[in-house]
Nanobody, 115 residues
């Protein structure tokens, strides 16, 4: 059973930066596509960024050029570096491990962008 634990959320002013980290209970990167998702109040959960087994990345249009997803195989972590944050980036950010059997979720971490 894969377990995911997110950290790094918080309150930041517009234009600021945050780095989120997702710690995995075991090394799963050869079997799972890893992603960061977010859910704003009253909205559906949406994909923000993901990194494939082959280390290919893709991003939601709204975060391209501002967010970077990366993984560290030795540390078993997947990070999301967020820069130039905007109020519309506010939400609960979830780490997800995706394979043909479904998606395993972490508990989420709150990101609030506000002045």
């Amino acid at each position: 059973q894969v377990q995911l634990v997110e950290s790094g959320g918080g309150l930041v002013q517009p234009g600021g930066s945050l780095r989120l980290s997702c710690a995995t209970s075991k090394n799963i990167f050869s079997s799972y596509t890893m992603g960061w998702y977010r859910q704003a109040p009253g909205k559906q959960r949406e994909l923000v960024a993901r990194i494939s087994i082959g280390n290919n990345t893709d991003y939601a249009d709204s975060v391209k050029g501002r967010f970077t997803i990366s993984r560290d195989n030795a540390k078993k972590t997947v990070d999301l570096q967020m820069s130039n944050l905007k109020p519309e980036d506010t939400g609960v950010y979830y780490c997800g491990a995706d394979r043909w059997t479904g998606v395993t979720w972490g508990q989420g971490t709150q990101v609030t962008v506000s002045s």
